[in-house]
């Protein structure tokens, strides 16, 4: 319901956007960009009894994860010089950046970033602390349109669960960490890792962990990059396949019986 609700609303603005730049369009009379009850019957589907607070929370709670992220501003557009504000609620401006955001939100194949965070964190209790971390500002990163440092926290994430299956098949993080910080320490580690795997694990493991590509060999690197969205959009992708793979997996990886999830 509110990744759907989140969707339609990002539609509602896309097209808020479109007709301020390139149609005629008159600053409603309240002075802001959107008015949420003006626009309810297009998000919430079917709309509601005024009276079922609980059902038009979805609307609010997609605004407010707006705001967050930086798209909405709650108010008027320029409320210049009031000591104090006079519309909240249901009154929001679209911010500059929120304008550029909006523009290309139909581009993105993520749209319900809180539900793609869940999925990451889903395998927490499986690879630890350190890819929580890194899956988490993967997502925060992508949420704000920073795809270099989303595909960064990718390959992060990334080196937590090969690192969390090493250390699992060799009961001895502490050499695996030390083998992992010296030359070519990675290669190893991964081959450590994929050596007797069956083809049918190891090589769409193997694909899977190329994400950290993007860390190590393109974005970590303090030079100029291409890196785009369709690259932030690969990783996030890449990193969910992988901790799909390793989850599954984890006995015939490692040699241990899987835990149940915490």
């Known amino acids: 319901m509110q990744q759907q609700v989140l969707g339609r609303l990002i539609q509602q603005l896309a097209k808020i956007v479109d007709a301020q730049e390139n149609q005629s369009y008159r600053i409603p009379n309240y002075e802001s960009d959107i008015s949420l009850a003006q ?8 709309q509601p009894p005024q009276d079922q607070h609980n059902a038009w929370r979805p609307l ?3 605004a407010w994860e707006l705001c967050r ?3 909405l501003r709650p108010g008027e557009i320029a409320p210049r010089g009031m000591s104090a504000v006079s519309r909240l609620g249901d009154y929001y401006s679209i911010t500059e950046f929120g304008r550029e955001w909006l523009k290309r939100a139909a ?3 993520f749209l319900d970033l809180s539900h793609l965070n869940e999925i ?3 395998y927490g209790w499986r690879f630890g602390e350190g ?3 890194r899956a988490v500002e993967a997502v925060r990163s992508y949420q704000t349109c920073n795809y270099l440092a989303a595909c960064v926290m990718c390959g992060a994430a990334a080196e937590s669960i090969l690192l969390a299956l090493s250390i699992a098949k060799r009961g001895d993080e502490s050499g695996v960490l030390a083998e992992y910080r010296s030359s070519r320490g990675r290669a190893t580690v991964r081959k450590s890792v994929l050596g007797g795997a ?13 994400v950290m590509s993007y860390w190590r060999d393109d974005a970590g690197h303090g030079v100029k990059t291409t890196i785009s969205l369709s690259h932030a959009d690969q990783s996030l992708t890449q990193l969910i396949r992988l901790a799909q793979l390793a989850s599954e997996h984890w006995d015939k990886l490692t040699g241990v ?4 999830p915490k």
Do not use: F
Not at 39 to 46: E, H, K, R, W
Not at 199 to 208: E, K, S, V, W
């Open 39 to 46: 626009i309810a019957s297009a998000v919430l589907v079917p």
């Open 107 to 109: 581009d993105r194949p």
């Open 120 to 122: 990451l964190q889903g």
């Open 198 to 210: 069956p083809d049918a694990i190891g090589i769409p493991l193997g694909t899977a962990l190329e």
């Open 131 to 133: 890819y929580r971390q």
């Open 69 to 71: 992220i930086g798209v």
């Open 257 to 260: 019986e899987p835990d149940a």
């Open 60 to 62: 609010y709670d997609a």
